[in-house]
Nanobody
Framework: QVHLVESGGALVQPGGSLRLSCEAS????????MAWYRQAPGKQRELVAS???????NYLDTVKGRFTISRNTAQKTVDLQMNRLKPEDTAVYYC???????????????WGQGTQVTVSS
């Protein structure tokens, strides 16, 4: 079983920066992808960024050029550096990981509390 713990969420002003961190523990053998999702109030959860073991990274169009995902395979962590934050980035952010048996967190399962990011003046 894999356990994911997010941290780093906060209240920040528009244009500000924030860095989220996620640490994976447990049976992480074959962890190919680490990713960040977010869910804003009243909206569906969406994939924000993903980092693949081969080095590739993918981003939601609305965060390209502002967010950077980085992972440390040895430490089993993934960070999300968020710059030039906008009010529409306000959401609960969740970490996820793809291991040999599939995604650790799946639709319909409990994703936990995540970490709250609020962008407001």
């Amino acid at each position: 079983q894999v356990h994911l713990v997010e941290s780093g969420g906060a209240l920040v002003q528009p244009g500000g920066s924030l860095r989220l961190s996620c640490e994976a523990s447990g049976n992480t053998f074959g962890m190919d992808i680490m990713a960040w999702y977010r869910q804003a109030p009243g909206k569906q959860r969406e994939l924000v960024a993903s980092a693949h073991s081969g080095g590739d990274a993918n981003y939601l169009d609305t965060v390209k050029g502002r967010f950077t995902i980085s992972r440390n395979t040895a430490q089993k962590t993934v960070d999300l550096q968020m710059n030039r934050l906008k009010p529409e980035d306000t959401a609960v952010y969740y970490c996820n990981a793809f291991i040999e048996s599939g995604w650790v967190r799946r639709e319909g399962s409990d994703w936990g509390q995540g970490t709250q990011v609020t962008v407001s003046s």
